[in-house]
Nanobody, 117 residues
Framework: QVQLVESGGGLVQPGGSLRLSCVAS????????MAWYRQAQGKQRELVAS???????NYADSVKGRFTISKDNAKNTLYLQMNSLRPEDTAVYYC???????????WGQGTQVTVSS
């Protein structure tokens, strides 16, 4: 089973940038679906951005134009570039993969992002 390790979170001022990374323990080139979710304190987990094996991407309306999801198959790594960060982006960010269509999702441990002055 694939294991995922996220990194790159931290404290950043409003308007700043962060890049999250999610390293997978196995080759990701054929993984059906990969995504970043986030969960703010007291709120439900929500989809932030996703990318398919064919590199088709999808974004939550709240992050369109500010966040970019990408993957590097050679490094088995999923990224989330976050620009123009806002306090409302504060959350624990989770990486998830669905290895093939219909499979259960596999989750990383999460990384905290805090946007505050």
């Amino acid at each position: 089973q694939v294991q995922l390790v996220e990194s790159g979170g931290g404290l950043v001022q409003p308007g700043g940038s962060l890049r999250l990374s999610c390293v997978a323990s196995k080759n990701i080139s054929s993984i059906y679906f990969m995504a970043w979710y986030r969960q703010a304190q007291g709120k439900q987990r929500e989809l932030v951005a996703s990318i398919t094996s064919s590199a088709s991407t999808n974004y939550a309306d709240s992050v369109k134009g500010r966040f970019t999801i990408s993957k590097d198959n050679a490094k088995n790594t999923l990224y989330l570039q976050m620009n123009s960060l806002r306090p409302e982006d504060t959350a624990v960010y989770y990486c998830t993969v669905v290895p093939w269509r219909g499979a259960s999702g596999i989750w990383g441990q999460g990384t905290q992002v805090t946007v505050s002055s």
